[in-house]
């Protein structure tokens, strides 16, 4: 059974860092890509970027390129969300997902992991 | 890379059928059939409802279709019923490794 299982909710301060995972099962983790997507609160889908943890190409959104970065680890079959410097602004829930082909959909997803930026 | 357009509300009573459309660019919508719709029931995660325009996933009952024209898709649902009431977003594959993402339309069942 292919399952992505995110990390856990964060509370953070502006300024402060923050990197948080995603952990697939269930399939060869270096043969799909891995997308993540941001939801604001009462908001619809941003889509963030990708990664390929085959090779860990990686590509952005224009909106997000400077603001996060991805990676991931195929070791232990993980791809990360990553921020240097968090925002009020970057309070959202974050899903990554395994994408189908290339071009394809957004197939499996994870649980999401809610990130809540507050002095 | 703009959000796709879509319509911020419909709504539909109990066994009428109602379209969801979703309009891009040549770009975007127009320059693939990479179109996929995703539902979200609220505080849910988002589950793939149509992929490739008009390909059903297993398990997705077939009162779900999808279609383009352009640079528009649609996401038709007929037979409505209660538990279809949730968001649904479009996302078109736009080139360069890139997806976007339309703004959401929030179905009521009526």
């Known amino acids: 059974e292919v399952q992505l299982v995110q990390s856990g909710a964060e509370v953070k301060k502006p300024g402060e ?88 959909y957004y197939e499996y997803w994870g649980q999401g992991t809610l990130v809540t930026v507050s002095s | 890379q703009s959000a796709l ?42 589950k793939v409802m149509i992929y490739d325009v008009s390909k059903r996933p297993s398990g997705v009952p077939d009162r779900f279709s999808g279609s383009k024209s352009g640079n528009t898709a649609s996401l038709t649902i007929s037979g409505l019923q209660a538990e279809d009431e949730a968001d649904y977003y479009c996302c078109s594959y736009a080139g360069s490794y890139s997806w976007v993402f339309g703004g959401g339309t929030k179905l009521t069942v009526l």
């Open chain 1, 17 to 104: 860092s923050l990197k948080i995972s995603c952990k697939g099962s269930g399939y060869s983790f270096t043969s799909y890509w891995i997308g993540w997507v941001r939801q604001m609160p009462g908001k619809g889908l941003d889509w963030m970027g990708i990664i390929y943890p085959g090779d860990s190409d990686t590509r952005y959104s224009p909106s997000f390129q400077g603001q996060v970065t991805i990676s991931a680890d195929k070791s232990i079959s993980t791809a990360y969300l990553q921020w240097s410097s968090l925002k009020a602004s970057d309070t959202a829930m974050y899903y990554c997902a395994r994408i189908r082909g290339s071009t394809g």
């Open chain 2, 5 to 46: 357009t879509q319509p911020r509300s419909v709504s539909g009573s109990p066994g009428q059928s109602v379209t969801i459309s979703c309009t891009g660019t040549s770009s975007d919508v127009g320059g693939y059939d990479y179109v996929s719709w995703y539902q979200q029931h609220p505080g849910k995660v988002p």
